[in-house]
């Protein structure tokens, strides 16, 4: 190591409590080689992947439900609150790109080199059950479009979705890039499928742009704000922030400051393309809904079983319905490989423990699937929307616990040395760290205070009650 390098170790392991971190994802950890000569398009081409699986909890089926209601009970108005949430994602994943690259930690060991014993276990904890309640969601979208396309019961849908655990073990093995290469394909294939539907139904290209364009309505009437809060509360899901500050670093860069300052830019260049991807997904699956639903007397439609049900009939093609099933099996298959990965980074970077790569990823499979198979087998199929809302709100109680941590971290000049936040990154860092925690707390308030609690709590804040 030459002097340079050697400063710059020192500067930035000076202010972790253990500065000699193992290193994170070991079997693929700098696997993918950048070419130090070669030119700007190469290198991208290089850095491109990481994004995508990272974009992938972005579109996935639990987002599907808000972005359906929005569609069908306000048009395209709620576009807005879609594109901003975008914007939230960039900042924060380019937050994750910065811990990763200028560290050579993911955000779970970041958290166990800076906190104590106690605080790391609890953090551990929580993020297990949020992933668990994150991949909840995944793996029932999985096994309703399985169920939707094939007739399969959802019961043995969600157990067929377990087969993803040997296709990450497989892939793996090969290289890390196949991995990429199968997240991209659905990826494209979710794309294609909505770019169908856009297509069969027809949306007003003036009222979709307007849509995008943020209005006083949304703050103003009652029910619009509360569905626009729903949006905007689940756009970071927590073991995002720990996936991409692992799997940026299956790149192979110079581990100088300059290797690692265009590291920072081609990973942001390639998650932020990956991220307005989940943008254009997000916003089809609401234009969608507002195009075939809103303005055809179906305003109440939010369940994904349901939209299937009326697309073909409403807008008079037959494969529409089929097409929709097909993305939402796509977007839960996706989701399950991406979440998979996330369970090992967090398991191994917050405990600090090696197993065997198939069991570790069997018990992160386990821990997701148990649920879902019990609230099925015991009190049916009907029960599969409570149990996504329930994974939803679970998911909501964890999230400040990944995104203060990646703030403090980052802005930190003891820890990220001249990586470190500058004034206008933190605050808008923290406003936006500050907004997801906010929003999240209201989830649960509503979801567990008696109405008459909370409508006197609204009313004394001077702010929509959902129970109005």
């Known amino acids: 190591m030459n002097q340079s ?56 089926p639990g987002n599907w439900a808000t972005d359906l209601a929005g569609g069908a009970r306000f048009g395209y108005s709620l576009l807005a609150v879609i594109m901003i949430s975008n914007l939230m994602a960039i900042l924060l994943q380019h937050l994750c790109i910065k811990l990763g690259v200028s560290t050579g930690r993911d955000l779970a060991q970041a958290c166990r080199d800076h906190y104590s014993t106690l605080t790391v276990w609890s953090l551990w904890i929580l993020c297990e059950i949020a992933i668990a309640a994150c991949d909840l969601a995944e793996v029932i979208g999985s096994a309703i479009g399985l169920q939707l396309l094939f007739g399969i019961p959802l019961f043995w849908g969600c157990l067929i979705t377990a087969t993803d655990v040997l296709a990450v073990l497989y892939l793996q093995n090969k290289g890390f890039r196949y991995i990429e290469a199968l997240v991209i394909t659905l990826i494209a294939i979710i794309g294609g499928c909505f770019t169908a539907e856009l297509i069969f139904s027809k949306p007003e290209l003036t009222s979709v742009l307007s849509g ?68 254009f997904i997000n916003a089809a699956i609401l234009i969608l809904a507002a195009a075939a639903f809103h303005w055809s007397g179906h305003q109440d439609v939010a369940e ?120 206008w990154i933190k605050i808008l860092g923290w406003t936006v760290a500050g907004i997801i925690i906010v929003l999240n707390v209201k989830l649960l308030l509503d979801t567990f205070l008696p109405d008459a609690v909370l409508k006197a709590l609204y009313g004394f804040l001077h702010i929509p009650s959902p129970t109005e």
């Open 5 to 60: 390098n050697h400063r710059t170790a020192i500067e930035l392991g000076r202010g972790w409590r253990r500065t000699t971190p193992r290193v994170s994802l070991a079997e693929v950890h700098r696997s993918v080689v950048v070419p130090v000569t070669a030119s700007f398009w190469r290198k991208l081409f290089a850095f491109s992947g990481p994004g995508f699986l990272v974009a992938v909890g972005y579109m996935d």
């Open 304 to 423: 994904i079983q349901e939209a299937y049900k009326l697309l073909s009939p409403l807008l008079g093609i037959g494969v529409a319905s089929i097409l929709f099933a097909v993305a939402l099996l796509a977007s839960g298959q996706n989701s399950t490989l991406t979440g998979t990965l996330a369970g090992q980074i967090v398991m191994e970077g917050f405990l600090n423990i090696r197993i065997t790569p198939w069991l570790r990823r069997l018990i992160t499979r386990l821990i997701a699937i148990a649920p879902a198979l019990l609230v099925i087998g015991f009190l049916g199929e009907s029960k599969t929307t409570e149990l996504l809302v329930a994974s939803q709100v679970v998911l909501s109680m964890q999230l400040g616990f990944a995104v203060w941590p990646l703030m403090r971290f980052t802005s930190e000049k003891a820890k990220m040395g001249e990586f470190a936040n500058s004034l």
């Open 212 to 279: 995008f364009v943020p209005s006083g309505q949304i703050v103003t009437n009652q029910g619009m704000l509360y569905v626009a809060m729903g949006i905007l509360g689940a756009t970071v899901m927590p073991h995002n922030l720990y996936l991409h500050s692992s799997i940026v670093q299956t790149r192979k860069f110079e581990q100088t400051p300059a290797g690692r300052r265009e590291a920072i830019k081609f990973a942001t260049i390639d998650s932020t393309f990956a991220l307005m991807f989940a943008l």
